[in-house]
């Protein structure tokens, strides 16, 4: 059974940094598909971004384009958010995802991933 599992969220100030990671265990992972996404109050779920296990693709939402890079450490098992230049709309709730199959043309969507963390809360004050 694949778990995840998120850390490194916190209350950070606009123009700061932060770096999520999320530890997986419980499966072979060649050809998955981790990916971030983020849950604003009241909004919907956004996609943020996505990495290809194997490292062969990487995609990003329109909101993390330029501030956002998101990398994995295969021997560990883990996949990274590097944010930068946070904004006050960057507060949510951050969530990694799993997906067993890599689809060409993109991993932004919710049902493309079978597994979820439980998140971890981002918040960035003025």
């Known amino acids: 059974q694949v778990q995840l599992a998120e850390s490194g969220g916190g209350l950070v100030q606009?123009?700061?940094?932060?770096?999520?990671?999320?530890?997986a265990?419980?499966?072979?992972?060649?050809?998955?598909?981790?990916?971030?996404?983020?849950?604003?109050?009241?909004?919907?779920?956004?996609f943020v971004a996505a990495t290809r296990w194997n490292g062969a693709s990487t995609i990003y939402g329109d909101s993390a384009?330029?501030?956002f890079t998101i990398s994995r450490d295969r021997a560990k098992n883990t996949v990274f958010l590097?944010?930068?230049?946070?904004?006050l709309e960057d507060t949510a709730v951050y969530?990694?995802?799993?997906?067993?199959r890599w689809v060409a043309g993109g991993m932004s969507l919710e049902p493309q991933y079978d597994y979820w963390g439980q998140g971890t809360q981002v918040?960035?004050?003025?």
Not at 14 to 23: K, V, Y
Not at 25 to 40: E, I, T
Not at 82 to 87: H, S
């Open 25 to 46: 265990s419980g499966g072979a992972f060649s050809n998955y598909a981790l990916g971030w996404f983020r849950q604003a109050p009241g909004q919907e779920r956004e």
């Open 14 to 23: 606009a123009g700061g940094s932060l770096r999520l990671s999320c530890a």
């Open 82 to 87: 590097r944010m930068n230049d946070l904004k």
């Open 65 to 67: 384009k330029g501030r």
């Open 123 to 126: 918040t960035v004050s003025s």
């Open 95 to 100: 969530y990694c995802a799993m997906g067993t």
